[in-house]
């Protein structure tokens, strides 16, 4: 009997998990939290272990982002800089900083500990309660076969010990404040919901129900483990993106040694206490940048240089700064009918007449066809993606661009939903061959699929993936495998890299083309594409993927260009470079491979081959990037 497809995880990638910290590096941090003695103690892991370390370390290093926000110094999650700034600079740090410290340090110390990655619950006036995109860590922890949660990275006050993923779960905070874990469903995901309240004698939180509890929400994780290439992505998105707010604000938080917690907020300063400390709490609106620098040394112990102090003076007493608005993108809604029949026509196709396996194929095969893979906007012009609905249409449909596959399958689930089809988003991570090391590594969380429920089977579908991807839908099955052109072949597999019960798409080259970059011959020549989970995203999500990945600096080395033939070969333009392979009994005397000298040429194979008209200024940075005549 053929045996089930995998693709398991150990000895895969070596940026798989994050390291323990070393013995040195335990010893340094275990020092800075206050707890020198754990180092000869050789203590095993427990409960009591656990929240020992979490209060020590919510108390000794604070939440901070003064580095980022004074002298835009951004923050690294690379062991060594974290020691170097948190421990020896006795520097405070933001949740990617604190929660990466203290899950590297577990590991040290024995503990079975894991990155995730949580939604922090926001509350206006304007809006009501909405949700960020996942933007804040959490840790992950097992002990006594048990799973907990810690948190010494919250900027309004983390969870002080670790709390057991049960529904109703509670434990008491510091300052007299309670958490609760709640099973939450959202965006179709299982996960869990933190909330938290309130000491009885401090008012309520904006958003808080007087009449209800008590309780707010704080954030919201699921159990899927995260990995330092991802933490690299939402790092770089939060410490460069002005839109989140943590670089236009100034946040400060600690556990003080009474059991209270001390937060400053731009001019503003708290302190609050149990009632035992009472006489201890503060509240000051600050009016000079010499009352900030006293209150950043005497309650969070950390102490500016004259540049910081200058930058932060400047910052917080100076001009207002921008204030950018809430970024809450529609959750990709269905097309309007206007919109949906200028898709059709885009496509060149008829509407379905209803929602079929068959009919979904054909929408599918239709736009891998009709509009292509294209970042030459992108590449050559610095023209930034948008995923907003109705610019994301008007620039894939009505201009005839093509779009990479945040915009492909964003476009793709509007238009499945409009023709009611039941079509959610995922996401997945690539994998690609290293050459040096030998084998595949994953990227982070920035590719896009869809999913689409159809007569109680759900399938992948995906018309964003660059010169391999699918050309139908295939289903979510261990084992399954969906035919695509050129005598391609795409196959699921099982894979627990991030947690159990998920999945590879692999992929197999025609007989007639070579083998792909780390595929072994003497295998059955299938060779992975990307890992996935059925983890649904919502828009916030995507918008975090969307900016990473249009912002990064080297995110992007070549111009590309890449669809589907009507007579079922692929189509492919890299920078200058054109090639069109074709199936021996349809396509085979269009077939085709050169190199294009001029700009002339360049912007004809655009139009001729993918209908995309590259504008006058896209050419000439074109001709300059690629050295064109």
């Known amino acids: 009997m053929m045996s089930r497809p995998s693709f398991g995880s150990t000895g895969f990638n070596p940026l798989h998990e994050f390291p323990a910290l070393s013995e040195e590096h335990l010893s340094l941090y275990l020092e800075r939290i206050g707890l020198p003695a754990l180092v000869s103690q050789q203590a095993q892991p427990s409960l009591s272990l656990l929240n020992t370390i979490i209060y020590a370390h919510g108390s000794k290093i604070p939440f901070s982002n003064d580095l980022l926000y004074g002298l835009d ?50 509350w206006s006036q304007e809006l009501g309660h909405y949700w960020t995109g996942r933007t804040h860590t959490v840790v992950l922890v097992d002990v006594d076969d048990k799973h907990y949660v810690a948190d010494v990275g919250f900027a309004r006050g983390g969870v002080p010990s670790a709390i057991e993923l049960l529904d109703g779960a509670e434990v008491n905070g510091v300052a007299g404040e309670r958490y609760r874990l709640s099973q939450l469903t959202l965006a179709g995901n299982s996960g869990w919901l933190l909330l938290h309240k309130r000491a009885e004698w401090f008012p309520f939180p904006d958003g808080v129900d007087p009449s209800g509890d008590g309780f707010g929400r704080q954030v919201y994780f699921t159990t899927e483990r995260y990995r330092p290439q991802d933490y690299y992505t939402y790092n770089y998105y939060v410490a460069h993106c002005p839109h989140p ?76 700064p921008q204030v950018f608005p809430k970024n809450l993108l529609e959750n990709f809604p269905p097309l309007s009918n206007t919109q949906l029949q200028d898709y059709l026509n885009r496509i060149k196709l008829k509407k379905p007449s209803s929602q079929t396996l068959e009919s979904l194929n054909e929408i599918l095969r239709a736009q891998v066809t009709h509009i292509p893979f294209e970042n030459a906007g992108l590449y050559f012009q610095d023209q930034k993606p948008s995923l907003v609905p109705d610019t ?124 792909a970059d780390g595929v072994d011959p003497a295998g059955d020549l299938f060779g992975p594409v990307y890992y996935f989970t059925l983890e649904r995203y919502t828009p916030e999500d995507f918008d975090i993927y969307n900016w990473f990945v249009s912002h990064h600096p080297g995110e992007w080395k070549n111009s590309i260009g890449s669809r589907v033939s009507v007579t079922g070969g692929r189509v492919e333009f890299i920078d200058n470079k054109f090639r069109r392979r074709e199936s021996e009994e349809l396509g085979k005397p269009f077939e085709k491979s050169f190199e294009v000298a001029s700009i002339e040429e360049f912007v004809r194979v655009w139009k001729d081959e993918f209908d995309v008209v590259i504008g006058y200024d896209e050419a000439e940075h074109a001709k300059a990037i690629l050295k064109l005549n």
Not at 83 to 95: A, D, E, F, R, S
Not at 103 to 117: E, I, P, Q, S, V
Not at 486 to 499: K, P, V
């Open 245 to 320: 707010g943590i670089m236009g604000n100034l946040f400060v938080s600690v556990v003080t040694q009474t059991g209270g917690r001390a937060i400053i907020t731009n001019k503003s300063f708290r302190r609050r206490e149990t009632k035992e400390y009472a006489q201890l709490e503060q509240s000051i609106e600050f009016s000079s940048i010499e009352q900030v620098t006293e209150v950043m040394k005497e309650q969070f112990g950390i102490v500016w240089s004259e540049q910081q102090i200058a930058a932060i003076q400047q910052k917080l007493f100076g001009p207002a």
């Open 73 to 122: 110094i951004k923050p690294s999650t690379y062991t060594i800089d974290l020691i170097t700034k948190l421990v020896i600079g006795k520097q405070g740090g933001y949740c990617l900083e604190n929660n990466t410290l203290l899950l590297m340090a577990l590991k040290a110390l024995g503990f079975k500990a894991y990155a995730g990655m949580a939604k922090v619950a926001l």
């Open 392 to 515: 994301l249409f008007s620039r894939l449909v009505i201009e005839k661009r093509g779009g990479y596959c945040l915009q492909l399958n964003a476009l793709l689930t509007m238009a499945l939903r409009a023709l009611g089809f039941d079509a959610s988003p995922g996401t997945s991570r690539s994998l690609l061959w290293d050459a040096e090391l030998r084998q595949h590594t994953l990227r982070s969380t920035l590719h896009l699929i869809v999913f689409v429920k159809l007569d109680g089977v759900l399938y992948l579908c995906d018309v964003g993936m660059n010169r391999v991807g699918l050309t139908c839908a295939i289903p979510v099955e261990v084992g399954a495998v969906a035919d695509s052109v050129l005598g391609e072949q795409h196959r699921i597999a099982a894979s627990d890299i991030t947690g159990p019960g998920n999945f590879i798409l692999q992929h197999k080259r025609g007989s007639n083309a070579p083998l």
